[in-house]
């Protein structure tokens, strides 16, 4: 065998070295949460919202959560009402020395001994359940809320309320070995939705008023009550920074710049190839630094791409269905599915929806629109399945989804845009202007 003498780079890397131009670009990440000086893209970003009990906090029936958390709630507050009973005695038990361990009735974590420990008792709110986006154009209704939700992030910032409407950037998180993706929702995204989810947004909320009035108020009224907050509670603060505003409006000499025009502009680089290939190592292991390119022209392209591709990538649902793809079996109006699969592994052309129902001629470009390591038809075979939680029996049917929509061919027709999608996302992207890194 011939040995060949590996050298590492500065930053570390033995194999896979970054390329050094990376660090000529500008950071979409700020070096502090809401820094409005930030010389960055964006003043803020997030994790993804990680609950530590998705099958619990998740699903695709509104009713089923309600019945789940409700049930759950109730016996976290006995758990407390004992523990707390029980420090009259001895003073310095410990909660985990009387927690009831059953995964039927409850799903624990130590964010969620640490609420019980602390004497914090829970309420569920039916204004808590929201619509969240999970994976890849597959949404489910999550219940969201502090004490159930082990690491919120700053999603109560960008999503405080369903009626105030936001966009989010999500990209890759560091350390995803899957090649780098990102994806924009309108819906609090989790964790997982590209893996390690950073989230970047149009507009963060500030609450209005003195904290500690809030917290008094909230806990007389909003935590023992459905009532809907006052939305004017709220004030709309721009995700993206003063610094890079001036910055695009001093070197492309347009007065008529938006920070939106910035924002679409993001998506637009991050769907570059060229972008994802030339620091396909970088993008594995920091978050993403991009350029303004040279001229305004192709700032436009990029922005307007990016509008395209999120006007796609937001109203997936009602994107028309793919005109040359062919679907058979539809007359018996059976549209519930157990689980979508090809008809060998090899054979993407077509996919059996059901016993009954089947589509083909799906072209192959369809497949080549790929997000968080596989195709978006791929995600939407993948999750639109019955699933069922080993330790809490809890299951997850997607066509309660279809059901409580009054839509019985809801998954079928999601289906067929996301094809349509994929195909109109490749030739988006297939037009974006060539980046040169020297």
């Known amino acids: 065998m011939e040995w060949k003498i590996i050298t590492p780079n500065k930053e570390g890397d033995w194999i896979n070295h970054r390329d050094i131009a990376f660090d000529t670009f500008i950071p979409i990440t700020p070096e502090e949460k809401f820094d409005t000086k930030s010389q960055s893209f964006f003043v803020s970003n997030s994790l993804g919202l990680s609950s530590n009990r998705d099958f619990w906090v998740y699903n695709s029936s509104k009713q089923k959560i309600v019945e789940n958390m409700t049930s759950m709630s109730n016996f976290f507050n006995e758990q407390v009402t004992s523990y707390q009973n029980s420090l009259k005695n001895n003073p310095k038990l410990d909660f985990k020395e009387i927690q009831v361990y059953n995964p039927k009735i409850i799903s624990w974590s130590s964010g969620l001994v ?16 929201v619509i969240s986006q999970y994976r890849p154009f597959y949404k489910q209704y999550l219940y969201f809320d502090k004490i159930f939700n082990e690491r919120p992030g700053q999603n109560s910032k960008y999503f405080p309320n369903p009626q105030l409407g936001n966009l989010v950037i999500c990209v890759s998180g560091i350390g995803v070995t899957k090649e780098f993706s990102s994806l924009v929702t309108n819906k609090l995204p989790n964790l997982d939705l590209l893996g390690k989810s950073q989230c970047y947004p149009l507009y963060y909320y500030e609450e209005i008023g003195d904290k500690k009035k809030r917290e008094i108020k909230s806990s007389q009224t909003l935590l023992e009550t459905d009532e809907p907050e006052p939305l004017n509670k709220y004030i709309k603060r721009d995700g993206i920074s003063d610094f890079i505003f001036e910055k695009a409006k001093k070197q492309y000499g347009e007065s008529g710049l938006t920070k939106e025009d910035i924002f679409y502009y993001v998506y637009g680089v991050l769907h570059s190839p060229d972008y994802q290939k030339a620091f396909s190592n970088n993008l594995k292991k920091m978050l993403p630094k991009i350029p303004l390119v040279d001229n305004i022209a192709d700032f436009n392209s990029f922005s307007m791409a990016g509008r395209k591709l999120s006007d796609l990538h937001l109203n997936y649902e009602t994107v028309p269905p793919y005109s040359d793809v062919k679907v058979t079996g539809t007359e018996g109006e059976y549209f519930t599915i157990s689980k979508m699969k090809f008809p060998k592994k090899d054979q993407k052309d077509t996919i059996i929806y059901n016993s009954k129902i089947t589509i083909s001629e799906i072209p192959d470009k369809a497949f080549q629109y790929i997000v968080n390591g596989k195709s978006a038809i791929e995600w939407i075979m993948e999750r639109y399945q019955i699933t069922t939680d080993k330790d809490s ?13 009054d839509n019985p061919r809801y998954i079928l027709d999601l289906l067929l845009s996301i094809i349509n999608l994929s195909v109109q996302t490749v030739d988006i992207v297939d037009g974006l202007p060539e980046l040169k890194f020297e």
């Open 114 to 129: 640490s609420m019980a420990s602390s004497g914090n008792k829970a309420i569920f709110k039916k204004n808590n359940l």
């Open 393 to 405: 029996g809890i299951i997850n049917d997607p066509n309660d989804w279809a059901i409580e929509e």
